[in-house]
Structure formats: C-alpha cells, structure tokens
C-alpha cells in the first residue's frame, strides 16, 4: 500500500507539559486534530510490548517534546571513506515509513516518534553556526533520524526553514524525503538555497522493503512539481541491493526518473550499496522474516558495517553510472556515498581529490 502521506499513519499524539504552550506546539495540536496526551518531562509514551517488537506499534505515536541537546552537527560518516561535508539539523527522531533496512531500528532505543517544537533554539543555534563562519559554505540536511517531510503535513516546519535559508549565502538546505508531501512548499520565495530531494530504488525494493513510503510514480511526480516551482531537485540511490532483476530494475526506475524531470533541474545523483551495522541484520530479519536481502554475502568494511563485497558493488556501480550517464546533464554532480578511492578511479576514472575533493564538488553544483 502506498503512503503518499505517512503521517496518516499516526493516531495519537503527546506533547512534555513544558512545551504545551510553546506557540509551535499549540499549532501543531490544531492542526493534527488527533487525540492527545500531556505527560511531563522525560516521561515516556506507553507502548506496549518490548523494543524491538513493539516498534511497528509505536509508529503510530508522535511526542511532540524539547530537543535538550544540540541540533546541528556535522554528518557522523567515517574517515576510511570519502565524506562529502553534510551538516545534520536534527528536527526529531523516528520516522512513520517502515523501511527493512532503516538503521534507526539498530540505533534507537525507543518505538515512538520524536519531533522537537522548541525550534527558536533551532534557528537561533543555525544563525550563530552560519554566521561565525560567513566564508564558509554549508550543505544542511534534516534526513538524518527522521524523514525531511514525512511528518510536514502536521507541522508546517519546511516552510520555516525555506524561508530562513533563503536569506543565507553561505548555505543551501536539503530536504529528502520518501513521501510525496510537498504542498507546504508551494509558493514560498526559497531564493533556489533549497533543494527537494528524493530516495529512490528498484521498483521491487520499494514495493516489498520500504513500507508505507509513497509509490516511484507519486515520488516523481511531487518532483516535477517542485521542479515547477523553480526548486533543485535531488536523488539518492542508496542503498542499492543486489535482487533478482535488479538490472531491470534501476534501469527502469532511471528511465522514469528522466522522463519525469528534465536533467537540469538535478543538483546531484548519489550512489551507495547496502551497508550496515551487525545489529541491524538481527533486528530488522526479526521484524520482516519475508526479507531475505539479509542473507547474502557480504564483508566487513573499514567502517565495522556489513558491505558487498568490492567486485558487487562495482558490478552495480557501473551499471547504474552507465544508464544514468544516458541522460545525465553536465551541470548535475554524480556522486558515491561513503565509498574509498579505489571504487571512485575504477567507476568515475578520478578521484574527488581531483576535482578539488567531494564537499567543493557537491557545493559548486548548487552555488549561484
């Protein structure tokens, strides 16, 4: 079943007492319209059962509560891999889609979601970060713990962050996001400092192993509105995974991805193989038994997570470069995610050393 809009899936939602009255907060309560429970700080919502097994349930549960550490940093990669400088903006943890290989299942301890209302001390920590360093240029994202827009249709956060990076020069943001809830975009001045991004797979990936995610049609088609809009637009093929057809599979997916969107309108194209932490396997084979991409061969890299080994991973690579490079434009940035120099010569023929290194790269593709 296809989940244009996940949040649908949430029917109850909590808020700390501390944050009830926060005027964030009390929009987001009007305009959720669900039943709602008001706890105190640090307390937790009630889910039945155990984590693990008790996270399908969860997702049905929003907590609406204070972030208490930071919000921004950069993107935890590793140094054994090229890194392209991401800086995260945490806005929540959890997400309402269900994906068979989503790390936040081995990462987190709890089964609900988490959004975080006291975004004054967002903005007011992402105006001193930008602002200590005006010459430098930052690539922020929101999809590192949750998804950038899945949530959106409930609290509204897109359009104030839009706005607040349209005024900056020294920064772009990226929303990627697995849904089609794009409506809160329409209209805003965005100054081209934002861009919509999408994960995208082998048809018969997203249909068995990213549940409650918006379908390949309804994901393209919220990008040629966004494209409409004068929005980049942005995709990520990652993880890919090796599957019977999968040949057949990218392929098709690439081929309705160009005819949705014309090639100008892409910022940047990324790459990355299904990889790992050990506990993942356990948990999500726990979860979803009729999964079997679990149970393939695979090595471990550099990084301690579980890789296909080199040769399978550059079969694909390949691959998909190939057919990407049928309708790639000049001006898009084709890149790996967390991949070592070796791959990128083998594939690519360069390094992004270069090329002045990823982060210059992956900037110069979406600078005025």
């Not at 009830?20 to 009630?46: C, F, G, H, M, W």
């Not at 679990?294 to 296909?308: N, T, W």
């Amino acid at each position: 079943m296809s989940y244009g809009d996940p949040s649908r899936y949430i029917t109850r939602l909590y808020v700390e007492e501390q944050c009830r009255d926060l005027p964030y907060a009390r929009e987001i309560i009007k305009r959720s319209n669900l039943p709602l429970t008001v706890i105190e700080e640090r307390q937790s919502p009630v889910i039945d059962g155990v984590y693990p097994e008790n996270l399908t349930r969860g997702k049905h549960h929003l907590l609406l509560c204070r972030n208490r550490g930071r919000f921004f940093k950069p993107c935890p990669g590793t140094r054994e891999y090229r890194c392209c400088d991401y800086q995260v903006l945490n806005i929540g943890m959890n997400c309402p889609m269900d994906c068979v290989y989503c790390i936040l299942q081995a990462y987190l301890n709890n089964p609900w979601l988490s959004f975080f209302v006291n975004i004054d001390d967002l903005f007011r920590e992402l105006d001193e970060a930008l602002t200590a360093e005006p010459a430098r240029f930052f690539r922020i994202g929101t999809g590192e713990f949750t998804d950038s827009l899945a949530l959106d249709r409930l609290t509204g956060l897109s359009r104030h962050l839009v706005h607040f990076i349209s005024r900056r020069k020294n920064a772009v943001l990226e929303l990627k996001t697995k849904s089609a809830v794009i409506d809160n975009l329409a209209g805003l001045e965005h100054g081209g400092r934002t861009v919509v991004a999408w994960s995208l797979n082998s048809p018969a990936i997203m249909a068995a192993e990213e549940i409650r995610t918006a379908s390949l049609d309804e994901r393209l088609a919220a990008a040629a509105r966004c494209a409409g809009w004068g929005y980049r637009l942005a995709f990520h093929f990652d993880p890919i995974i090796r599957h019977d057809g999968w040949r057949e599979g990218y392929r098709e997916t690439i081929r309705r991805l160009f005819n949705a969107v014309a090639g100008e309108d892409i910022a940047w194209i990324s790459l990355g193989a299904l990889r790992f932490l050990p506990a993942l396997k356990a948990t999500a084979t726990g979860r979803f038994p009729a999964s079997r991409f679990f149970y393939a061969e695979f090595v471990d890299g550099l990084d301690h997570k579980s890789r296909y080994f080199r040769g399978q991973r550059l079969e694909m690579y390949k691959f998909i470069a190939d057919e990407l490079s049928r309708y790639l434009s000049d001006k898009t940035c084709l890149y790996f995610c967390m991949e070592n120099d070796a791959v990128w010569r083998e594939v690519f023929g360069f390094t992004p050393a270069e090329r002045g290194g990823l982060p210059a790269m992956l900037d110069q593709a979406v600078k005025p």
